[in-house]
Structures are given as structure tokens and as C-alpha cells.
């Protein structure tokens, strides 16, 4: 029987990080831990609301420049309620 545990020294390199975190997010975990009520890249994840691959494109032709200040102006007057 062990008598110790491993120590994980936290890693200082940014792209390690980025890539874990990359990595974890298309398990079947990372799926199910950020698609409750959203959208999930895999098909059979319980708790999301749709896949991934049915959510419509944005219509790019729409974002110019006038379209994204409203919508940032929408969503932070939003965020500081």
C-alpha cells in the first residue's frame, strides 16, 4: 500500500498549458463538463441542448464594423448590470 502521493509541480510553460486544457476540452469529459444547456461537439452528451455541427455559421457579410459596436455595446451594457 503506498505511503505517499506524487507532487505535480505546475508546469511554467503557457503552451503546455494551452495544449492540456486543448485536450481535455474534446474528451467526453471536457464535453460534458462545458455543453450542460449549450451546444457540444460530440453527439451524445448529456445535458447539451444541441451538437455543435447544427449550429448555423454567423452571416459574415453582416459583421461590418457599425453591426460589431452594436453588438459589443448590447453585450457589455448587459455585463454591467
Known amino acids: ?6 507532487v ?4 511554467s510553460d503557457p503552451a ?3 495544449k492540456l486544457a486543448a485536450d481535455f476540452l474534446v ?4 464535453q460534458t463538463a462545458l455543453s450542460t444547456g449549450c451546444a457540444a461537439a460530440l453527439s451524445d452528451i448529456e445535458g447539451a441542448v444541441a451538437r ?3 449550429v448555423p455559421y454567423p452571416d459574415t457579410a453582416a ?19
Not at 500500500?1 to 506524487?6: I, V
Not at 453591426?67 to 448590470?81: E, K, N, P
Request: hydrophobic share 30%; proline share 10%.
Open 52 to 54: 455543435a455541427h447544427d
Open 27 to 30: 474528451t467526453r469529459e471536457g
Open 8 to 11: 505535480l509541480r505546475p508546469q
Open 1 to 6: 500500500m503506498p505511503t505517499s502521493a506524487p
Open 63 to 81: 459583421l461590418i464594423p457599425d453591426a460589431v459596436t452594436r453588438y459589443q455595446q448590447t453585450w457589455q451594457g448587459i455585463s454591467q448590470r
Open 16 to 18: 503546455f498549458t494551452e
